[in-house]
């Protein structure tokens, strides 16, 4: 009887048991962590309001800004702003996300180019917002991402850093222009609740506050990412100090050996077989304002050292990665930040004991960008649809080092430098 009790009881609990899980998993992911992994704050928790167009414009399309702006054009057209939509890593993993609008607000963030309105946030929860159709939403638009309207249309006038321009259209000064303001919105993010990130996931603005460049040096974001260029602002216009729209970052490989100053030594300077030769490869951040990598969580450095022989196969390998590592789950919690902060630098060591009778060995010593890491690429191609063959890695320093050659009556210490800083002349730039 009892038994037979029992053999009722069991499954029923086990049953009730699983639902109670079930149901606390449910309400920690629905009322207690966000799955968003952005926080929200007053600014970017919305669309930049819907803009007319300008009395004296015809439209505030990007290509009909350029019929007079033409050279600022060329420029955005190639820049990582106007593809911040259409940017298949974009894409990808917004698909993974749900679609969810939030990220709208920073890659395409006029109300403008998006398809819902934002009524209410109730809690200030991103899940939990109340959308409504927008009737004003213009797909092409959409597509132009961090478009020309969304720093420089407001209420039908035309915001800039000159307070004396003569222009077919209103024209308001704005001296946010002159500092980071204009860039605080969408590259500064904050930790929403159970987030403890130490910097928001796309946080470039709060990483470099108070840094060498800003205090010591006056620095904007705009120093470096928009270099100056005397020319006319608009077709016929006076010659103006003006910046370049080009807003270099991860994504080109020249601008990322910019932020970096790379030396290697090995000691002794001409190893021969049968000596251990140690290898120390100095990376300096010389050339950003703010920590290398910055802002996608999933950026990193590779330093990489490999012997190799003279089949070019692997004798021994050893790599080393600057990130920050973060746990997802079940609460996001950055871990661990070895990030290189603006003028620090790290020492990466290698050791290898070259054997007796071999001179045929060589070290490859390679330094590595990674938009991605190589499982989020993965993962992104196989479930998410990314489809794009952009490089989402790259070589910004190789260099070979010849173990065990016959000793050179030239063998100086190996030295090598990468290209030091757009703005760094105190670091001495010696040719490598
Ligand atoms: C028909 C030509 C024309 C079109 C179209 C046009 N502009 Fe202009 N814009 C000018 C001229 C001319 C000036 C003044 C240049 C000067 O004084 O050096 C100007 C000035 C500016 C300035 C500097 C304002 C200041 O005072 O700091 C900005 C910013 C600007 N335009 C942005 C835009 C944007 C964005 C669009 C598209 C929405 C646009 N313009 C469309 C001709 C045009
Ligand atoms: C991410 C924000 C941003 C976007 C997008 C943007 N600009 Fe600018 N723009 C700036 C900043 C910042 C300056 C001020 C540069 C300076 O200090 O002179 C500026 C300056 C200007 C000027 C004044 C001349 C100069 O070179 O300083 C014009 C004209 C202008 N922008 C037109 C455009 C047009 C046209 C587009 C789209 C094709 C565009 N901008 C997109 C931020 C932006
Ligand atoms: C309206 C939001 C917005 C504003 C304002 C803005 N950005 Fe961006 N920025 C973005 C987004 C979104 C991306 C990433 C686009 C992508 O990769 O899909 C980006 C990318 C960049 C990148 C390139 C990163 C790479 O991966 O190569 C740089 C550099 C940059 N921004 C600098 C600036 C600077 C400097 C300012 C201020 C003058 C500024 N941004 C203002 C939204 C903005
Ligand atoms: C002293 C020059 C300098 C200053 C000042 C500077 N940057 Fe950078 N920035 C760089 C260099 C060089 C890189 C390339 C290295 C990298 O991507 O890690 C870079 C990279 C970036 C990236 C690309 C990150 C990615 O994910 O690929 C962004 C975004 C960015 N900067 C935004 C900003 C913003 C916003 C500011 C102002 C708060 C700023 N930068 C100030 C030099 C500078
Ligand atoms: C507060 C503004 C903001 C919001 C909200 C935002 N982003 Fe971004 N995003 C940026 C900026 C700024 C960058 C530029 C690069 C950086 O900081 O690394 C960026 C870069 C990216 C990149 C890297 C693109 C590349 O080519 O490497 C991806 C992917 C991305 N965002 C996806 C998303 C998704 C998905 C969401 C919504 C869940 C989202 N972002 C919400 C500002 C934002």
New binding site residues.
């Given amino acids: 009887m009892a038994g037979l009790r029992r053999g009722g009881t069991w499954p029923a609990a086990l049953a009730l048991g699983l639902l109670a899980v079930a149901a606390a998993l449910s309400y920690f992911y629905t009322e207690i962590r966000p799955t968003v992994i952005f926080g929200l704050r007053d600014d970017y928790a919305h669309a930049i309001p819907f803009q007319p ?2 009395a ?7 290509e ?6 033409r050279e ?1 054009y060329d420029e955005w057209k190639t820049s990582v702003h106007a593809d911040a939509y259409d940017d298949p890593f974009f894409q990808a993993y917004w698909e993974k996300d749900d679609r969810v609008w939030v990220c709208l607000n920073c890659h395409t963030p006029l109300a403008n180019q998006q398809p819902t309105l934002i009524q209410s946030i109730p809690g200030n929860r991103v899940d939990k917002a109340v959308q409504v159709a927008n009737p004003r939403y213009d797909a092409a638009y959409q597509r132009e991402g961090v478009t ?2 969304a ?3 407001r209420d039908g006038v ?12 209103p ?4 001296p946010a ?1 002159r500092t980071t303001e204009v860039c605080h919105r969408c590259h500064s993010v904050v930790s929403g609740p159970l987030q403890f990130y130490r910097a928001g996931p796309c946080g470039t603005y709060a990483e470099y506050e108070g840094e060498f460049f800003m205090r010591e040096r006056g620095f904007t974001c705009q120093h470096c990412h928009m270099p100056d260029v005397s020319r ?7 010659i ?1 100090q003006g910046r370049r729209h080009l807003w270099r970052g991860g994504h080109d490989p020249d601008m990322v050996k910019r932020a970096v100053s790379i030396q290697v030594t090995t000691d002794p300077p001409a190893p021969v077989p049968g000596d251990t030769v140690e290898m120390t490869l100095k990376i300096i951040n010389a050339g950003a304002g703010h920590t290398i990598p910055t802002g996608d969580p999933d950026r990193h450095f590779t330093v990489e050292f490999a012997v190799t022989d003279g089949e070019g196969r692997i004798l021994r390998e050893q790599r080393d990665t600057m990130g920050r590592w973060i746990l997802w789950q079940p609460v996001i919690l950055e871990v661990y930040d070895n990030r290189l902060r603006p003028l620090a630098s790290r020492d990466y060591r290698f050791a290898y004991r070259i054997p007796e009778g071999r001179s045929d060995l060589a070290v490859d010593v390679r330094v590595r960008y990674h938009i991605l890491t190589d499982g989020q690429h993965a993962m992104l191609r196989d479930s998410y649809g990314l489809q794009s063959d952009r490089p989402y890695r790259y070589t910004i320093y190789t260099r070979r080092f010849p173990l065990g050659a016959p000793a050179d009556a030239d063998a100086a210490p190996p030295v090598a430098k990468a290209r030091t800083a757009c703005a760094a002349p105190h670091t001495k730039a010696t040719a490598g």
Avoid: M, T
């Fill in positions: 167009v300008p004296g414009l015809e439209s505030i399309r990007a009909d800004c350029g019929a007079c702006h600022i020309c309207a720093c420089h249309v035309i915001l800039g850093p000159f307070d004396d321009s003569a222009a077919p259209h024209v308001k000064y704005d222009f006319p602002a608009a077709a016929n216009g006076p103006r």
